[in-house]
């Protein structure tokens, strides 16, 4: 069994999450080979898809969601994702077992809670008009007194296939966003069988070699290890001599292949695809970048590497974006990271009168 180095491992999942070089090609193209970009909140993925995508411009993604060949929705972990419409149907009931075991983290408060019950209601009220989780609830409440309002809007998120309805703002919704039924909006059915293989092998097209492991922390699906050996797929071992799992023809690039400096929005999927992540941040930096309150901040990687934080802002007409190095950068890096930075805030700030990349000591 060949052994991958942890370079090559690193260079091999840049490549599928396409952060080795920009690329051309749609949206939609884009987030259907990444399976899907987190998107706790709407803003995240468009930054995402600008450090991927070469000449991405934020028409493209409002394009794709005005078009509803884009959706944001419940999906993997049970948290919000970006996918493609055709993806959250044929992956939706594939995902269903993760959303339905969440209802357990309701404990005392899930007192009463009868799901099915709660499911038709909340369908029934969402076949009439898109609704935020607040007028959910609200609803709810009158017909289930005796349940907690808080379970019975988490059930209807968990159980009933919806997706946010979009809004005419910038990133395409709002903080507080409607929701409306999948079917109904996407205008197609759901796949009603479950493809936990199929899902297993796009996993690896976007963020392998993994083990399963690496899968079921990505899904929240379990007992996954018996669906990887069923599947054709090469093998290989790490530094560790743990079996690493990809499919054929996945990108295995030279671990000598350069790795442009590249800004990672909040939340980005290649931070929390992995049952370890030491194949882009080291353990050292992990407790700068996972926060308590389980947010994963917005970072930027030097060699493949996550190296540092960012933040934005604009005030007064400025645009400014801070960068908080892990370490002493060469003056080379700090300058690449300038000329990266100071794109991503022209995306970010199209409309600042100037702009400025600093770094914090």
């Not at 090609?25 to 991927?52: D, I």
């Not at 069923?230 to 690039?253: I, M, Q, W």
Request: aromatic share 8%; with cysteine.
């Amino acid at each position: 069994m060949s052994v991958l180095s942890a370079k090559a491992v690193n260079r091999a999942t840049l490549a599928r999450q396409l952060l080795l070089e920009r690329e051309p090609g749609s949206a939609v193209e884009v987030v259907a080979r990444l399976a899907g970009m987190q998107g706790q909140e709407p803003k995240h993925p468009y930054v995402g898809l600008w450090t991927r995508i070469d000449g991405f411009t934020e028409a493209q993604l409002d394009q794709a969601v005005e078009a509803r060949d884009v959706v944001r929705a419940t999906m993997f972990r049970g948290t919000l994702h970006l996918v493609t419409a055709a993806d959250y149907l044929r992956f939706r009931v594939t995902v269903a077992p993760v959303l339905e075991a969440g209802l357990k983290v309701l404990g005392d408060r899930g007192a009463g809670l009868e799901p099915e019950k709660v499911v038709a209601a909340a369908e029934k009220l969402l076949a009439k008009e898109p609704l935020t989780f607040t007028e959910v609830r609200d609803a709810l409440q009158q017909q289930f007194p005796e349940v907690n309002e808080r379970a019975l809007g988490f059930c209807t998120r968990m159980l009933v296939p919806l997706v946010m309805y979009p809004a005419d703002v910038r990133w395409s919704w709002t903080a507080n966003s409607r929701f409306t039924p999948a079917e109904e909006w996407i205008g197609r059915k759901l796949h009603r069988g479950a493809e936990t293989k199929e899902l297993i092998t796009r996993y690896l097209q976007a963020f392998g070699p993994a083990t399963p492991a690496d899968f079921q922390t990505w899904s929240g699906l379990q007992k996954a290890t018996p669906l990887f050996d069923e599947l054709e797929l090469e093998t290989f071992t790490d530094d560790a001599g743990k079996t690493l799992y990809d499919v054929p023809d996945g990108p295995r690039p030279d671990p000598d292949t350069p790795a442009p400096v590249r800004f990672l929005p909040e939340f980005d999927n290649v931070l929390l695809s992995h049952a370890k992540r030491e194949r882009i941040i080291a353990d050292e930096h992990k407790s700068a970048v996972y926060t308590k309150n389980l947010r994963v901040k917005a970072t930027y990687t030097v060699d493949g590497v996550v190296a540092g934080l960012w933040t934005s802002e604009k005030k007064r007409g400025v645009a400014t974006l801070t960068l908080t190095p892990f370490g002493k950068l060469p003056k080379k890096t700090q300058a690449e990271l300038e000329r990266e930075g100071g794109g991503l805030l022209r995306f970010l700030e199209p409309d600042a009168k100037s702009f400025a990349v600093v770094t914090t000591s």
